[in-house]
């Protein structure tokens, strides 16, 4: 049992990371609290599930779906939020007011009916080991979710394009003093962001299914991680991503009627006595 | 501000009263408490200038309060006072974290407040009902008057919207209302000056949650249900969308915005055939195009108004 437990866990601890890892890049370099994260993990797992059930092979589904979020997300930022740069609640505001629109768009085009698809074939199987059965694709997403977080550790600490986001975060104004693109750089990190969410949107599909209310129902968990692990902080994401994740799939088994106390209440605490998270460094 | 908003209620009385049936009743009645909630929240968003996205927690809280109380044997009015009893002693405990924080981070942690309220309502089932929510809820008599009826429970929000217009002008105009946006803009000065910025921004948090657990119990007491639907993030953001589109800058901006959203999501179902979207439009139009929103070009219209059909007086101008 315990054991089924922690890969459950682990598994959503995966999920939780691919998400928030996107969350941590827009707000790190942007100072974007983007709270229409939720809604570009629902656009993935809707056109991730209309993928798979057109025949598409997994892998293209699931770039599809990101390919679609990224999308989305570079249309919005170069549409919407440049023109609201360096104004927090406007921007809040601005990507609620896409949350709906998302939201309502995609229960437009797909109806309000849960809309699954099945994992494809060769990941349907289950092995026992240590005496748990273990539905094999709950691994593979586990490993392309600490895939994804290795190539984007790489992405970021060795290329070119990770060295400009870096010193974005660092220190904006003279990034931008050095002749690097801001409002390229933006776009870009706003899309990449997306496409985590909606890689993270067709992965979670198979197992929760893809319905109405998705968003902000993941929203909540995302907001979580990245306060626990400090906002913008990629190591504090990976690790608090997995706490949050066996408190979301052990809470409600321990604890069912205070299920979401459980889950918010150590973000509460650490918000009392450390404001900016775990591993997050002091707010400028 | 009384003027104004005894002008708003013989706006909302006269399209209740010219109307063939209850429904407008109804909705004038939650125009009227929804314009305490709104109102409510602009202590902190606008006076404060703290952006909460968990307001509707004390909505909720007070609303599941009063819908619990009366259910089990308890007087109504009792049982209102016990819901603002609550929501200030829920509003303090929260507040006291959650103002040590400002910004983005005050943001995240009112979300996370709302969310484990709701999460409680929806899963703490043998108190709340869980999604079934409370229902069976009854309006108290007051004196002669029947609240049963819905003219007559239009008239009592009225009055109590009245009531806390007058009160929360008295706050603007308090010490405590210039230490509140004394703070919102130079917390370093008032903090060298030896105030504590801490608790003055709990002071404000706390009079918000109050004034927003009255608005719940009202809404409790016309609904005559409570769901966790009055706690989620969509509720917390409709009513932020109010005192946005409103004005905060505006004192009846919150009241402005009331009527605007509501009037659009109660009547926009018949013209468009996905009202979320459309709020969400209508969200991203006032940010875009209208930041200050709809308040200020009302009130300079007004101005307008008054100067032509006026000859200002001395200093007339500087009213405002």
């Not at chain 1, 104004?173 to 801001?182: C, D, E, F, K, V």
């Not at chain 1, 918010?264 to 775990?278: H, T």
């Not at chain 2, 314009?35 to 606008?46: H, K, T």
């Amino acid at each position: 049992m315990a054991i089924t437990y922690l890969l459950g866990s682990l598994t959503y601890g995966g999920l939780l990371f691919l998400l928030t890892s996107g969350f941590c890049l827009i707000f790190g370099i942007m100072r974007v609290p983007n709270l229409a994260h939720g809604s570009l993990f629902m656009v993935g797992a809707y056109v991730g599930v209309a993928a798979l059930r057109a025949g598409v092979p997994f892998a293209l589904a699931l770039l599809a779906a990101g390919g679609a979020a990224a999308i989305l997300g570079a249309i919005f930022e170069a549409a919407v939020l440049r023109r609201i740069a360096g104004d927090e609640n406007a921007q809040v505001l601005a990507t609620i007011g896409l949350a709906f629109v998302v939201g309502d768009g995609i229960l437009a085009v797909w109806g309000g009916n849960p809309y699954r698809a099945q994992a494809p074939h060769a990941l349907q199987l289950s092995f026992r080991m240590f005496g748990a059965v273990f539905p094999a694709y709950r691994v593979a997403v586990l490993v392309i979710a600490v895939l994804s977080a290795a190539l984007l550790w790489l992405l970021i600490e060795r290329t070119r394009i990770g060295a400009r986001l870096r010193a974005g975060v660092d220190d904006l104004q003279m990034t931008r003093a050095l002749g690097i693109s801001a409002p390229a750089l933006f776009t870009g990190v706003f899309a990449l962001g997306s496409f985590l969410a909606g890689v993270a949107g067709a992965l979670a599909a198979p197992i929760v299914s893809a319905y109405p209310g998705l968003d902000f129902d993941i929203l909540p968990l995302a907001l979580v991680v990245v306060i626990l692990g400090g906002m913008g902080s990629l190591a504090g994401a990976f690790a608090a991503s997995f706490v949050v994740g066996g408190l979301y799939i052990v809470g409600p088994v321990m604890l069912p009627e205070l299920a979401y106390v459980v889950l918010f209440l150590p973000m509460a605490i650490v918000m009392a006595i450390r404001p900016q998270g775990i591993l997050g460094r002091s707010a400028p | 501000m009384i003027r104004f908003a005894l002008a708003y209620l013989v706006v909302v009385a006269g399209v209740a009263l010219g109307a063939p049936n209850d429904f407008y009743l109804s909705f004038a009645t939650r125009l009227a408490y929804y314009g305490v909630y709104a109102m409510s929240l602009n202590i902190l968003v606008g006076e404060a200038g703290l952006m909460s996205l968990g307001h509707s927690a004390f909505f909720g809280i007070a609303a599941y309060c009063v819908a619990w109380l009366t259910t089990h044997g308890v007087d109504g009015w009792t049982a209102i006072a016990a819901a603002l009893a609550l929501g200030t002693v829920v509003g303090m405990a929260t507040g006291a974290v959650a103002v040590r924080v400002v910004g983005t981070s005050f943001m995240m942690i009112t979300l996370a407040f709302a969310q484990i309220a709701w999460g409680l309502a929806y899963r703490w089932v043998d108190v709340t009902g869980g999604d079934n929510g409370i229902t069976g809820i009854t309006r108290p008599p007051l004196m002669a008057f029947d609240l049963e009826k819905q003219s007559h429970y239009f008239v009592f929000c009225a009055l109590a919207l009245l009531g806390v217009v007058f009160i929360l002008d008295r706050l603007r105009a308090s010490a405590l209302g210039a230490s509140i946006r004394a703070v919102r803009d130079q917390p370093r000065r008032m903090s060298a000056l030896g105030y504590n910025v801490w608790a003055i921004r709990l002071a404000a948090f706390t009079v918000a949650s109050v004034f927003a657990s009255f608005a719940g119990a009202l809404d409790c007491l016309q609904q005559k249900f409570v769901s966790p639907a009055t706690m989620s993030l969509l509720d917390a953001t409709m009513v932020l969308l109010m005192v946005v589109i409103g004005g905060t800058s505006s004192r009846f901006g919150p009241l402005v915005g009331a009527i605007v959203v509501l009037t659009f999501t109660e009547f926009s179902g018949q013209f468009v055939s996905r009202p979320r979207a459309a709020l969400g439009a209508l969200l991203l139009f006032v940010v875009l195009f209208m930041p200050g929103g709809i308040a200020p070009w009302l009130e300079r219209g007004f101005v307008a108004l008054k100067r032509s059909l006026w000859r200002p007086r001395a200093g007339a101008g500087a009213a405002q």
